[in-house]
């Protein structure tokens, strides 16, 4: 590891008598496992075997009570060991749950105790990162200090998690060894049952259709379905069918029999809205006062149904939309979760303070207020770019303890979970990890951790790097909401945001050519390269005139794209956002695209239409004066740079240059995206309107033919009314003028 590197998880306590495990390659300590070991104490023994052994090349012998061995003077006992009873140790009485563990020392011999499935297996990876300073960064690899002598003085101590989900969503922490060591329990890292198994979901999520289906029921049994308007129709199911409980109930049984390590199943609407509006349904939400009413007293009777033969297992449905309000009289039985959606958390600021964010807080408190189980479903990555900056490692952490200090029993942080490749997904994925498990840890001594272990001598421009981002985060938080920068970013901001700058983005480039010239070796310089893989995709997404001319030796657009498509490929980076393998694609019209292409500016002017008198009044010719309308960006949503909760109509301004260099070529210009729709004006003339354009979508490019309507060499005027129902709204990507091949 790099010489500044410090131990973050180091345990907190009075530190014990010294131990020396091993000297010179030989140690006189064996490992000691009861006379008939669990499965999970089996393998807590076989890991810290193997893994001191890397550390100090001694053998360490792992033997059970009432076999024969060689005489030894010291153990290392794991489990529920006779000699951890003689000892007598107060730790061995602590409840300790599932996952819970001790560490106690007597005698010279050390007492690793766990709780009934993982626990013997976290108390051995515990000593292994917090009191020897092993780690398990990232899934493929492993970083063990070797140690000639390997002495140290462990802190007696036991830990209890607080929270029984803990999940990283990342595709980087999906791999279930990597799960086992770092101590997570996510529904999508499955952990071998015999190893202590994982909180693993019978289904997950938006269960309705599944339940009872459609398909199946619907033709018969309309009644089983939502009434809307007085029909029925298969959005939701009416939760006062007594047929519909019957069916749930059967088909929840059947899936957990063929499932028994599953741990959770979900009852929980489909996507959306569309409840029930029966005269049943509506007496329960009116009493209720909630829509949440009717799913609970379900859901609570689903629980009763299954409780006998599964007491294992609970049932999830979802606080989410017009179900997120608890019910003034319903309680969720002991075997019901609720999944509480942040769906109004806007990222640049914590829960604790953010005005948009208090009906979140004041719906959290009423869920505590009943004693619900609550399972909080947060999300922490740009969904539409896997792979752009995000300075949000401060809040996440305020974030989480939150929920822990508000009654929260699970947490998911949705993140880039489709593949590999996203932004810091490796660090954040470790990080959260430990947070998870320990809400108290610190971020930045976290994140030092990481950064100085895994990237080791060329760890220090990296945490620069880092730093940069965090200090982002910080300057904006204190300055007056006009002047933020991140305020209103959301979870789908553009790669031409305000604050990917271009300072930001050069100064970005020079720390990572230095991480890069600090690279020793092979290994080093890959994670390198995948550290920077943010900034080669923020700076090709802004395209050919903000990347000429960057560093000493002039790279060019095209050269950025190479070196970014070959780190895709060695790190088999399929995704740039969710949704379908989009990578390939998307380098191949970007190559296509910018061979040749002129940016129109990114700055515009923005003026909302609410009274839709700007066609009226003019808006569109080149002549009217926009002097006093404000300034928008194309690199997010114009409505909202405005207000978050803007809607409707408005219109968006433009002037510039088209260069001589197009004279005798056809031309077009290619928005990147224009939400939800709008009529396109160059220079007083209706270009485009897209409610004429086949196969438009909001987030999709198109392209308009302006031959004989660009200017060149002159001043130009494009102009757009835009129109959303949503709060984006407006041309959100940028424009370019592409030429095109000639025309017969």
């Known amino acids: 590891m790099h010489q500044n590197w410090e131990n973050a998880l180091k345990p907190r306590g009075i530190p014990g008598p010294e131990l020396t495990l091993a000297a010179g390659g030989k140690s006189n300590y064996v490992i000691l ?50 000699a951890l009873a003689r000892a007598g140790l107060p730790e061995a009485d602590v409840d300790l749950g599932e996952e819970g563990y001790a560490m106690a020392v007597a005698g010279g011999n050390l007492f690793l105790i766990g709780g009934r499935t993982r626990g013997p297996i976290n108390a051995v990876y515990a000593l292994l990162e917090e009191d020897l300073g092993c780690r398990w960064y990232e899934r493929n690899s492993s970083t063990v200090p070797h140690r000639g002598e390997l002495k140290f003085r462990p802190v007696p101590r036991h830990v209890v998690p607080v929270l029984e989900i803990r999940d990283p969503f990342y595709w980087d922490a999906f791999d279930g060894t990597w799960s086992l060591r ?28 599944t339940l009872v289906p459609p398909d199946v029921y619907f033709r018969d049994h309309p009644e089983y379905y939502s009434e809307l308007g007085g029909v029925r129709r298969p959005v939701q199911l009416c939760l006062t069918n007594p047929e519909v409980l019957r069916i749930t109930i059967e088909n929840v049984k059947a899936i957990l029999r063929k499932d028994p390590s599953a741990r959770l199943i979900s009852v929980s609407p489909n996507d959306g809205t569309g409840y029930c509006e029966c005269a049943k349904c509506r007496a329960i939400e009116e009493a209720e006062g909630s829509k949440s009413g009717t799913l609970i007293r379900f859901c609570n009777a689903v629980g009763d149904a299954i409780k006998d033969e599964f007491p294992h297992v609970k049932i999830s449905t979802l606080a989410y939309l017009d179900t997120a309000v608890p019910p003034k009289t319903a309680r969720p039985r002991d075997n019901v979760a609720i999944q509480l959606c942040t769906d109004s958390h806007a990222w640049p600021e914590p829960f ?32 539409s770019h896997y792979s752009i900056p995000m300075p949000n490692m401060p809040v996440v952490t305020e974030d989480i303890r939150f929920f822990v200090a508000h009654g929260a029993k699970g947490v998911m942080l949705q993140g880039a979970y489709q593949g590999a490749g996203s932004e810091n997904g490796i660090m954040r994925s470790w990080v959260w990890a430990k947070q998870l498990w320990d ?11 990481f950064i100085y272990g895994y990237y080791g001598d060329a760890a220090e421009p990296i945490w620069q790097y880092n730093d940069m981002l965090w200090n982002m985060w910080v300057e904006n938080h204190s300055k007056p909401p006009s002047e933020d920068k991140l305020r209103g970013l959301g979870i789908r901001y553009g790669p031409d945001s305000a604050f990917l700058s271009r300072d930001f983005l050069d100064g970005a480039f020079s720390l990572f050519a230095q991480a890069e010239g600090r690279a020793q070796d092979p290994e080093t310089r890959r994670r390198v390269k995948l550290a920077k893989l943010p900034i080669l995709y923020v700076k090709v997404c802004q395209a050919p005139e903000t990347v000429k001319g960057i560093g000493p030796d002039g790279t060019d657009y095209n050269r950025l794209l190479d070196e970014l498509e070959q780190i895709v490929k060695a790190e088999n980076v399929r995704f740039f956002a969710e949704g379908g393998e989009d990578v390939p694609g998307k380098i191949a019209r970007w190559r296509e695209q910018f061979a040749e292409a002129y940016p129109v500016p990114r700055t515009w002017r923005f003026r909302r239409d609410a009274e839709q008198q700007g066609e009226a009044l003019g ?61 396109v004006y160059l220079n007083g003339v209706e270009i485009q309107n897209t409610d004429n354009l086949p196969g438009h979508e909001w987030d999709k490019p198109f392209t308009v033919d302006v031959t004989g309507v660009l ?32 025309k017969p």
């Open 439 to 449: 809400p108290s840890l610190d971020t930045r001594a976290l994140m030092r951790d």
């Open 182 to 209: 770092n101590r997570t329990n996510s529904p999508a890292a499955p952990v071998a049952e015999e190893y202590g198994g994982h909180m693993k979901y019978a289904l997950f999520v938006h269960t309705f259709n």
């Open 352 to 383: 604790l303070t953010v005005e948009e964010t208090e009906k979140f807080q004041s719906i959290m408190r009423a869920w505590e207020a009943i004693g619900a189980t609550m399972h909080i479903w947060d999300y922490t990555v740009n969904f």
């Open 711 to 742: 200017r060149l060499g002159e001043e130009n005027v494009l102009a757009v009314h835009a129109w959303a129902a949503s709060t984006l709204g407006g041309v959100f990507r940028p424009v370019y003028m592409v030429p095109e091949p000639s």
């Open 619 to 679: 808006w569109w010719r080149p002549e009217f004066d926009d002097g006093e309308w404000a300034e928008v960006s194309t690199g997010s949503a114009w409505f909202r740079q405005l207000d978050p909760d803007l809607t409707g109509h408005g219109w968006g301004r433009v002037r510039f240059i088209a260069p001589q260099g197009l004279q005798g070529r056809h031309v077009a210009l290619r928005f990147g995206a224009l939400d939800e729709g709008g009529v």
């Open 33 to 82: 496992l009861p006379e008939k070991p669990t499965s999970e104490e089996r393998k807590a023994a076989s890991d810290l075997a193997l893994w001191l052994r890397e550390m100090t090349g001694a053998r360490f012998a792992v033997v059970s009570e009432g076999a024969r061995r060689a005489p030894a003077k010291k153990l290392i006992s794991v489990g529920g060991t006779a």
